[in-house]
């Protein structure tokens, strides 16, 4: 059973940072891709970050040069570095897996970006 287990929201002010987290209960190299997607109130559920096995990284146009997608295959972990966060940026932020035609999510964490 694939699990994957978000950590690291919180509140933090406009222009601060913040770092995400997502651990998962099997190498992530099994993965073809894994990645960061959030969702604000009454807004659909967006991609921000993905990231391959091989290192390739993709960003939402919203977050380039602000967010980093990064992963340690020695804790099976993928994190998101959130700089020069807005308040724009306030959501539940899920991570994503995909292995084949199956897809596996988090629960979720929230960030809460205040002005």
């Known amino acids: 059973q694939v699990q994957l287990v978000e950590s690291g929201g919180g509140l933090v002010q406009a222009g601060g940072s913040l770092r995400v987290s997502c651990a998962a209960s099997?190498?992530?190299?099994?993965?073809?891709?894994m990645g960061w997607y959030r969702q604000a109130p009454g807004k659909q559920r967006e991609s921000v970050a993905s990231?391959?096995?091989?290192?390739?990284?993709n960003y939402a146009d919203s977050v380039k040069g602000r967010f980093t997608i990064s992963r340690d295959t020695a804790k099976d972990t993928v994190y998101l570095q959130m700089n020069s966060l807005k308040p724009g940026d306030t959501a539940v932020y899920y991570c994503?897996?995909?292995?084949?035609?199956?897809?596996?999510w988090g629960k979720g964490t929230l960030v809460t970006v205040s002005s």
């Open positions: 990231i391959t096995p091989r290192g390739g990284t």
């Open positions: 994503n897996a995909k292995i084949a035609v199956a897809d596996y």
């Open positions: 099997v190498s992530i190299n099994n993965f073809y891709i």
